[in-house]
């Protein structure tokens, strides 16, 4: 991964955007698997109709799950040390609430690129939030199967170049 890569996904980053979404979710709860399809589509809200891409279109947007997955959860650690995200054990598992401080840390980032994190968040909460997870599940596996295509295509055109 060249550092070009990191730039976007960091810990730091990705704890970012995690606080973004769980601020716009408030006082909901949501778990990593949630968390970490959010954090992608978060920053490719245009595949979902909504306001242009938070980041710069990248040849392969196929979201490496196992890889984001834990790169969220290391953001989410980062960001509970500063009490930005709460975390709690349920019957169902592990889930994830803005932390006490979240709003006031919001509040304070003022940059360009900071409002648009947090209008992209409460625009992917107002539009997936709703969403059974039956239903989510089905529209994740809708972009996968896109990826897929997408990587397929990539891969057929590497290959045939050579």
Avoid at 22 to 29: D, I, Q, V, Y
Avoid at 31 to 40: H, K, N, V
Avoid at 109 to 121: C, D, V
Wanted: avoid cysteine; glycine fraction near 6%.
């Amino acid at each position: 991964m060249s550092s070009g890569n990191l730039t976007f996904n960091g810990p730091f980053e990705a704890g970012m955007r995690a606080v973004a979404i769980l601020a716009a979710a408030f006082p909901r709860e949501l778990d990593i698997q949630r968390l970490t399809a959010f954090d992608y589509l978060l920053v490719h809200t245009e595949m979902l109709g909504g306001p242009e891409d938070l980041h710069p279109e990248t040849p392969i947007s196929t979201p490496a799950t196992q890889v984001r997955r834990s790169i969220v959860q290391d953001g989410l650690h980062l960001m509970m040390t500063r009490d930005l995200v709460a975390r709690s054990a349920r019957a169902n598992g592990i889930v994830y609430q803005a932390g006490e401080l979240a709003e006031t840390f919001l509040d304070a980032l003022q940059s360009p690129y900071s409002t648009k994190l947090k209008n992209r968040a409460e625009w992917l909460v107002k539009h997936l939030g709703s969403y059974e997870e039956d239903d989510f599940d089905r529209l994740m596996r809708r972009f996968f199967d896109q990826w897929v295509m997408e990587f397929q295509h990539i891969e057929q055109a590497i290959g045939g170049a050579a």
